[in-house]
């Protein structure tokens, strides 16, 4: 009986045992495989962490992530060569060590409470190197959060080429402008010579006749002093040559002072369309400077047109670069000129030349009843280098150094209304810009 007891609970004992180990086996499978799992997720853990450094310090931009306090985080590679530093250096720098402050509090990218920050896209800022240098940067910057903590991060890169180019490719238009001008004065300068030797010769033929005049009258003069004196019977005086004499004279005179007058207008003309010194903004008189530019534009028009003037006297002065907007003008009146000619017509074509104000723009349009402009080459007339004049006759740059100085450079509008064989209106519309300031009693 008791053997047959202790072989059951042995048997039970042993059953208990299998059980066990089976248990034992199964949970050591489990545990092989989860360790397993876990090795794999750590290898792709690791591989994802490596993979993201690599993307992160290969990356062609500039990535920093600052916390609450503006204390950098993470700095890729690019944002440590930018900035000149070590690998890991910027670490734990604040931000305010690389950033310029100013553009910082400019742009409030980073305040004093992190709240001040609103998402920023694209703005230009100042970097400093660990050299103490300034390197131009083109900065966007947002708020993240992980695990409830807020970061900011920072993404710029480099624009020292761009601003190079950019430099580069202002130089290079400030260089076209001036060879536009040159080339606009050659074109008038023979133009403006005719001009000045008109007066010139005038001036000087009468200026010799008043020599020979004077000499006579004086001669004149003194035969009647003498015969006064003298109480003789000799011949007197002409009365017809002192007649003659006495109406040349003053008009000799008046044509003398009208050709002067005309060549100090020229002078004047000439002086205020090269302008020298213009390239800062001033208070322009654009009446003004249509005269002077209509003047020294006459060798283009006076042979093929008249010339309509309606300026509005009350015209406010425009805040503008004077000799840019002159060389507009003069640009504008020289192709009516040569739009009048192309036309062929016997009869004189006519210029109208006409400002009005707007709202808070000055209004110029120069109108001419010449050939027009054919259509299918109206949407490239504002391009560079685009000309139907023949070679030697211009190179293309007028309406396009008009379209730039009007629209790149003040911030203006240009448009055209033109009907072929019946003439073109140009109209440009410059914003009027700062109030000319007042002057305070003494």
Known sequence: MDARILERRLERERRARAQAESLLESKSTELYEANESLRRTGDELALQSAQLAAILDNALTGICMADRSRTIVRANAYAHRVFGYPAGALCGMNLLSVFD????????????EMADLGNMQ???????????????????????????????????????????????QAR???ELRRAQ???????????????????VQFIGDNLHFLKDAF??????????????????????????????LAGEIPQAVEQSIEGVTRIAQIVRAVREFSHPGTSEKAHVDINQAIESSAIIATSQWKYVASLVKELDEK??????VPGEINQVILNLITNAAQAIEAAGNEEPGTILLATRRIGDEVEIRISDNGCGIPEDIRPRIFDPFFTTKDVGKGTGQGLSLVLAIVVGKHGGKIHFDTR????????????????VPERTAA
């Not at 402050?101 to 004093?112: C, S, W």
């Not at 080339?183 to 000045?196: F, P, Y």
């Not at 072929?420 to 109030?435: C, D, M, N, Y």
């Open 181 to 199: 001008k040159l080339e606009s004065l050659g074109t008038l300068s023979s133009g403006i010579a005719h001009e000045i030797n008109t007066p």
């Open 122 to 168: 694209g703005e230009e800022m100042a970097g400093r190197t660990r050299t103490g240098g300034i390197v131009p940067l083109q900065v966007s910057a947002s708020e993240l959060y992980i695990r409830d903590e807020r970061f900011t991060l920072w993404i710029f890169h480099d624009i020292t080429a761009r601003k190079q180019r950019e430099a580069e």
């Open 215 to 244: 000499e006579d009258l004086m001669g004149l003069l003194r035969m009647a002093y003498a015969d006064a004196h003298a109480g003789t019977d000799g011949d007197g005086p002409d009365g017809e040559e002192f007649d003659y």
């Open 420 to 435: 072929t064989g019946e003439g073109t209106s140009f109209v440009v519309r410059l914003p009027i810009g700062q109030a």
């Open 101 to 112: 402050p100013e553009d910082v509090k400019r742009t409030r990218a980073v305040g004093l």
């Open 315 to 320: 015209l406010p002065p425009v805040f503008c």
């Open 172 to 174: 290079l238009e400030d």
